[in-house]
C-alpha cells in the first residue's frame, strides 16, 4: 500500500479543513449525541486518517492543524478541526461540516485545496460524516490559529479551484455493485472513501487530477514513491495473499515488506485501528483491481554498473537482507518480491538508501526495525550501482539508475530539511 501519508497530493490525506470566520452559528451539543455516534465517529476518523494531518508532530495537540503538507504546487497546512469557535470549527453547522468534507467547500463559499481529499471524500455517506462530526464535537477545543494557504502565486488564488474542480471533482455518494458481493463492497467504500488510498497511489497529471486510466499504479509524493497496489504480480501485490495484506495494513509489517514514511503514519494512525472485517474487506477489493506489468528486460550480469553493484550489496546489504534478497518476513523486507523495488520510479529506494528509514512500530509488531543511512558513505556513482544491481536481480527488470538521478535525490531531500 501506501508508503502516506504522506496519507497527499492531492495525497495521502484529511490535510485541509480550511478556517473561515463563521462565527455566530449554533453547534450541537455533545450531551446531545449518542455514545453511538461518537464512538462510530471516533472509529471513522481513524479510517479517513485525520491525525495524520490535522495534528502537527512537533506540535502534538490533537487534531489542532499547523502541519504543512507538501503538494507539487507548494505547501498547505492541515486546518484546526477540534470545536474551538475562533479558530477551529467549533462554530460550523453540521451542513457546513460536510460540506466542507464531501463538497470541498467552505463555510464562506470558497473552494478547499485538493490537499483536504474531498475527492474522496465525497463518496461517503452523510451519515458517516455526521459520526465524524459528532465525535470531533467531544474533542478538548484548543486555540491555535492557521493559516492554511502557503501557497505561492498563482496557485493561492482559490477563484482556480472551481476551474480544477470542473476537470477533477464529480460530487457523488459510492454507489454499491450489485454484482459484487458484501465485503468487495465494504472494501471498495473504505478504499475509495474515507480510506483516499487513490490520492497517493494514483498517478496525476500536470495539474494534480488523478490519471483514472492508471489507478493505483504507484505515484511519487512527499519525495516517498507510494507504490502500485494492482494485483500485478511484478510492480504491486499480485504476490500478497489477503492474509499478507491484512497483516500490513494492521502491524506495518509481513513476510514481504514493512511500511516506512508516510505509509508508516497511515498505519500508525489508521489501519492499525481498523476491525479485521474492514481489512479484510480492502484486501478483497484490492485483488481486483487490474495492473499491467511493464516489459522490461534486466541488464546483463556482466554489465559493469552490475558488478560494481554486486560488491557494493555484498559488503553493505546482504547481512541484513541475504545474498538472495529474500531477508527476514516479518523484520526485514524481502527485496527479491518487492513491488516497491520493481516500481516504475526510484523514488523511495534512494530515499532509504541515502537517508535510511524507520518502519512502523505497532501494537502487533512493536520493534519497528529501521534501515541505516547510507548516504553519507557513498557516492553518488555507488549508490546508483547498487540501486539497478537490486532493481536488475532476483527477477527484477529495470533502467540502469544514474549518478545523476542520486544527486538529483540527494539535493531534494537537503532541501526539505532546510
Not at 501519508?5 to 451539543?29: I, N, P, Q
Not at 504543512?68 to 498547505?76: D, R, S
Not at 479551484?161 to 459484487?180: Q, R
Not at 516506512?260 to 479485521?276: L, N, R
Request: glycine share 8%.
Amino acid at each position: 500500500m501506501r508508503e502516506r501519508h504522506e496519507k497527499g497530493t492531492w495525497y495521502l490525506v484529511l490535510s485541509g479543513l480550511l478556517l473561515c470566520g463563521c462565527h455566530g452559528l449554533r453547534a450541537a451539543d455533545p450531551s446531545e449525541q449518542s455514545f453511538a455516534d461518537i464512538e462510530r465517529g471516533r472509529y471513522l476518523t481513524a479510517v479517513a486518517d485525520c491525525a495524520a494531518c490535522h495534528t502537527d508532530p512537533n506540535d502534538k495537540r490533537a487534531f489542532a492543524g499547523g502541519r504543512p503538507i507538501e503538494t507539487p504546487f507548494g505547501l498547505v497546512a492541515a486546518a484546526n478541526i477540534t470545536p474551538d469557535p475562533e479558530t477551529g470549527i467549533g462554530n460550523w453547522t453540521d451542513q457546513q461540516f460536510d460540506a466542507a468534507v464531501r463538497l470541498g467547500r467552505r463555510p464562506d463559499g470558497a473552494r478547499l485545496y485538493p490537499a483536504m481529499p474531498y475527492l474522496y471524500y465525497t463518496k461517503m455517506t452523510a451519515h458517516d460524516v455526521s459520526a465524524i462530526r459528532s465525535y470531533l464535537r467531544t474533542l478538548e477545543p484548543v486555540h491555535h490559529e492557521v493559516h492554511t494557504n502557503r501557497l505561492s502565486f498563482p496557485f493561492n488564488i482559490r477563484a482556480g479551484m472551481h476551474v480544477w474542480d470542473a476537470l477533477y471533482f464529480t460530487p457523488g455518494v459510492f454507489k454499491p455493485d450489485p454484482a459484487k458481493s458484501a465485503q468487495w463492497n465494504r472494501g471498495a467504500y473504505l478504499v475509495e472513501g474515507p480510506g483516499h488510498c487513490a490520492a497517493c497511489h494514483t498517478p496525476k497529471g500536470m495539474l494534480g487530477g488523478d490519471q483514472n486510466n492508471k489507478r493505483f499504479a504507484g505515484y511519487s509524493i512527499q519525495q516517498w514513491f507510494a507504490p502500485n497496489i494492482t494485483n500485478d504480480p511484478v510492480a504491486g501485490l499480485g504476490k500478497w495473499s489477503s492474509q499478507d495484506t491484512v497483516e500490513y495494513l494492521k502491524s506495518g509489517h509481513n513476510r514481504w515488506a514493512g511500511a516506512a514514511g508516510p505509509m508508516a503514519e497511515e498505519v500508525t494512525h489508521s489501519s492499525s485501528q481498523m476491525t479485521q472485517a474492514d481489512l479484510l474487506a480492502i484486501a478483497t477489493y484490492l485483488e481486483t483491481q487490474p495492473g499491467q506489468t511493464p516489459s522490461v528486460k534486466p541488464l546483463a550480469p556482466g554489465d559493469p554498473t552490475m558488478t560494481a553493484g554486486a560488491a557494493i550489496y555484498t559488503d553493505l546489504c546482504a547481512a541484513c537482507h541475504r545474498k538472495d534478497g529474500t531477508g527476514s518476513a516479518f523484520l526485514i523486507p524481502n527485496l527479491a518480491a518487492s513491488g516497491a523495488v520493481a516500481s516504475r520510479e526510484t523514488t523511495s529506494i534512494l530515499r532509504v538508501i541515502i537517508q535510511g528509514a524507520q518502519t512502523a512500530a505497532t501494537r502487533d509488531e512493536p520493534t519497528g526495525p529501521a534501515m541505516p543511512a547510507y548516504g553519507w558513505q557513498l557516492t553518488d556513482a555507488q549508490i546508483a550501482a547498487v540501486t539497478t544491481y537490486i532493481r536488475n536481480s532476483w527477477g527484477h527488470a529495470a533502467a540502469a539508475t544514474k549518478p545523476d538521478d542520486v544527486r538529483s535525490a540527494r539535493n531534494s531531500l537537503q532541501a526539505s530539511r532546510d
